[in-house]
């Protein structure tokens, strides 16, 4: 049973992402080239005493995004013969969300930079290559 739910959850999660990267596609569309500012906005979490709220919307835009600059960037480069970073197959979309949103708040001068550079730069760092090409 545990496994069933485990793999519902999952298909929840995949569901989630896609429609928040259609979301995420659209505000591009409207305004612009997302910088690293719009991505901070939408990764943030306001923690108030013992709870902690969450705009689901833009937590959503957030994962989207983050999760298709990954993909994107990793599929093109892998492509190429090229490596521009390796993520592990396991880890989770909210560690890639925490580490994305760590450098984000560490660096606020960089924050009017594309976000899709900062993300590929971020996960570079994270997540060196370990084989050469």
Same mark, same amino acid.
Request: net charge negative; charged share 20%; aromatic share 6%.
């Given at each position: *049973?545990?496994? *069933?739910?485990?793999?519902?959850? &999952?298909?929840?999660?995949i569901?989630?992402? !896609? ?13 612009? /080239?997302? %910088?690293?500012?719009?991505? +901070?906005?939408w990764?943030?979490? %306001? ?7 969450v ?40 560690? +890639? ?10 660096? /606020?001068?960089? !924050?009017?930079? /594309?976000?899709?550079?900062?993300? %590929?730069?971020?996960?570079? &760092?994270?997540?060196p290559?370990? &084989?050469?090409?």
């Amino acid at each position: *049973m545990g496994e *069933m739910t485990s793999v519902a959850c &999952k298909v929840a999660l995949i569901v989630s992402v !896609l429609g928040s990267t259609l979301f995420a596609s659209a505000a591009m569309a409207d305004n612009g /080239p997302v %910088t690293g500012k719009n991505l +901070l906005e939408w990764c943030e979490i %306001t923690v108030e005493a013992d709870s902690v709220s969450v705009d689901l919307m833009e937590f959503g835009r957030c994962g989207g995004y983050v999760l298709g600059v990954a993909d994107a960037y990793e599929t093109a480069t892998n492509a190429k013969g090229e490596c521009a970073f390796e993520i592990d197959r396991g880890e989770s979309v909210h560690k +890639l969300i925490a580490v994305s949103l760590k450098a984000l708040r560490e660096h /606020p001068d960089a !924050l009017d930079q /594309p976000a899709d550079h900062l993300i %590929t730069s971020v996960l570079a &760092k994270a997540y060196p290559c370990k &084989k050469s090409n």
